[in-house]
C-alpha cells in the first residue's frame, strides 16, 4: 500500500442499525470524513521563557461527516434524526470508517443540464443504539 | 444501459423520423437527392463520471443541416426539428433512451452555389442541439 495512489473513484457509505443491515446508498459522489478535534489547554507560566506550552484536552470530538447523493438516492438515506451506524469503504480494500451518528439533510441543488444532488451532514454522535459511548474507527489495510 | 454514440445516434434518427422530420441522412447524402433534407453529421458524447460507484450518462451534440432551394421550402422542417429537439423541462424518450436535457444551442444560416459554376444556390441552415442521456 505505501505509495500507492488512491482515487476516491468506488468509496462506499452505508447505514447500519442493530436491526436493519443497510446497502450501500447509490448515487453518491462525494464523501468527505471528518476529522478529529481536541481542545489544547495553555498550561504556560512564569517559568515558560520564550514560547506559551499547550497540553491536550482528555477527550476527543469526532467532526461531522459530509457526502452529497444524487436526488435518485436520497431515499435511501435514513431518516433524518435516527442514530445509526455509518461504514465508509475505501476503494481497493483500502480501509473502513465506522461511526455512530445522525443524518441531517441539507440543501437539495437543482441546477441546469447537470444532476440534482442533496448534501447530507452526518453528525457523529459517539453514542451506539443502546446509548453506550463508541467512537469513530478508522481502520487502513 | 448502453451509451455509445453510435447507439444513441440511431436512437435520435428514428425519434426524428417518429416526429415526420424525413428525409435524415446520417451518413452520405446522394447526389441525386432533391431538397429538402436534413443531415445529421456524427455526433460526439462526454461522459459523465461523479457518481462514486457507478456511470451516471453521457452528453452528446450533434449537428443537424437542413438544405433546401430557398428559405420557403425549409421552414417547416426547421420548425419541426425545433419543436422535436429543443424542449427545456422535459423528460421523454428519444427512441430507447429517455433523455433528462434536450436542447437547441446554436444555429446558422449560409448560401452556398448547388454547383461549382452554377447559377442556382442552396440555402443550408445548421443547428447543434445538446442531449443528456442518464442512467436510471
Known sequence: MAGQTLDGNGTTIKFTTATVAGDNITGVTEIKIGGVEIDKIEDSDLSNAAWKTYIAGALKDAQDLTFTVKIKGLGDVPADGVTTMCTVTLPDSAGTYVAWGFCKRGEISAQNNTDMTCAITFTICNLNDDGDETGPVLTLA | MRLDTPYIQRQLIAYLKAQGITPVFSGIVPENQKPPFVHLADGAGTFVNDDLTAMDGGEFDWTLTVVGKNHDQIDALIIALWAALNRPGEY?????????????????????????????????????????????
Open chain 2, 92 to 136: 421523454f424518450d428519444i427512441g430507447a433512451v429517455r433523455t433528462c436535457y434536450c436542447r437547441v444551442t446554436g444555429d446558422t444560416v449560409s448560401t452556398t452555389q448547388e454547383q461549382d459554376g452554377g447559377e442556382s444556390s442552396l440555402i443550408e441552415y445548421q443547428l447543434t442541439v445538446r442531449i443528456r442521456i442518464m442512467e436510471e
